[in-house]
């Protein structure tokens, strides 16, 4: 089988097993990176979208000026301010943090992707609360619920169920963004087309199979959200005859 | 006034340079969005067929991967070309694909393919009657669209075009990969070669929010323009 698979190989320059095995790290780092901001970011988006609406301006302008700086503003800029930033903060050379988590480039972007996709995911959490239907709050204060029971019982429930056409387009985006982790030296997946481009010298074989992964893993994200969305959203479906 | 040791003027340089990528970009962008939201709603199979390829392909596939695919792999494509012309018929032409051009041809291409779905949507709004009075005074296609269709989808077009070009907007710093001296490459030069992140950095963060906000108000303005004589609910 393995023998097969290497004559198929052998047949082209360029893919052979060696490059598949690059593109393979990129695809793991490339999902790591994604994977871990979507996560990080949705745990910090989730308080600061709740906080978001708040009366009080003392709590929800804040929220607000985090939200348009980190939307307004390209990814890579934010990018290079935290890589490039982090190492000029005094005295940070030498310490546990430095050796450990910063120095390498995987953290520094790690950062800038969750502040980001949390920024964006905060605006959805937002929408989401906000249009909860008057109705179903004025229920629930009419049971006596307190503001804690009203969110955790009523609001958030039907707010995620809300929220989540736009967060699947949210995630789409992010794995997209993701290609901007190679700009600074991360071998992700476009990194890894990037050393094989320079390698070979073949622009369209490189970029064009990574365009290929990218797709596939679009479309998977599409289709398992599409069927999150046809679970949860049930009950939103027009009836059919 | 802001002299940034020296690199200030040639950052704003950069600045006028990202502006002038955005708008090009965003005018090829309209053309292909205006084409592909056509097709898609025009009854012929192929037409159809290839708007959708064209819509799904490029929203697919991150931006950096297909400015890199353009810039890189375009150059090799027009010398291949150039060779062909010379060997087939002697004609010795050189076509270059430098950082510019290759910019503003994919952020063009990739945001056509999101101006297609707005504008498919905004064609769609358009009252079937109305083009069929149009028809029914004798105008021809290009009377009815210039006349009927476009002052009418506009309206509905407008808050999707806003959204893309504000996106277009934060996508032009991607052009500062592919070497394009920008605001963003200079600034980031200059940040690496004085070791100041932060004093270059954020002009440029201020730079892209101020960019922002006058699009909001631009686009607030415009919105106002093509709404007019339409009562809100």
Partial sequence: MLEQFEQLLSQNDIFNLATLMHYWGGFVTTIQLV?????IGAVIALPLGILRTSKNPWISKPIWIYVYIFRGTPLIVQLFLIYYGTAQIEGIKGTWLWENILAEAFYPCLIAFVLNTAAYTTEI?????ENTSKGEIEAAKAYGMSWAVRMRRVILPSAFRRALP??????IFMLHASAIASVVTIVDL????RDIYSRYYAPFDAFLFVAAIYLCITFTLIFTFRHIENKVLAHLKPLSH | MLDLQGYGPSILGGALLTVEVAILSLLLAVFLGLLGGLAKISSNPILNGIATVYTTLIRGVPDLVLMMLIFFGGQMMMNN????LYTKFEVDVFFNVNEFTAGVITIGFIFGAYMAETFRGAFQSVELGQIEAG???GMTPWQIFSRIMFPQMMRHALPGIGNNWLVLLKTTALVSVIGLSDMVRLASEA??????????LLPVIFGFLLMTALSEWGLKMLERKYSAGVVKG
Avoid: C, M
């Avoid at chain 1, 994977?35 to 996560?39: A, D, G, K, Q, R």
């Avoid at chain 1, 476009?190 to 087309?193: C, E, M, N, P, S």
């Avoid at chain 2, 940040?191 to 270059?200: E, G, V, Y």
């Fill in chain 1, 35 to 39: 994977f871990l901001s979507l996560v």
């Fill in chain 1, 125 to 129: 959490i937002r929408g989401a609360i």
């Fill in chain 1, 166 to 171: 736009a967060y699947a387009n949210e995630v």
């Fill in chain 1, 190 to 193: 476009t990194g890894a087309a």
């Fill in chain 2, 81 to 84: 070309l150039s060779d062909w």
């Fill in chain 2, 135 to 137: 028809k029914a005074y």
């Fill in chain 2, 191 to 200: 940040a690496k070669a004085t070791h100041q992140p932060f004093l270059f």
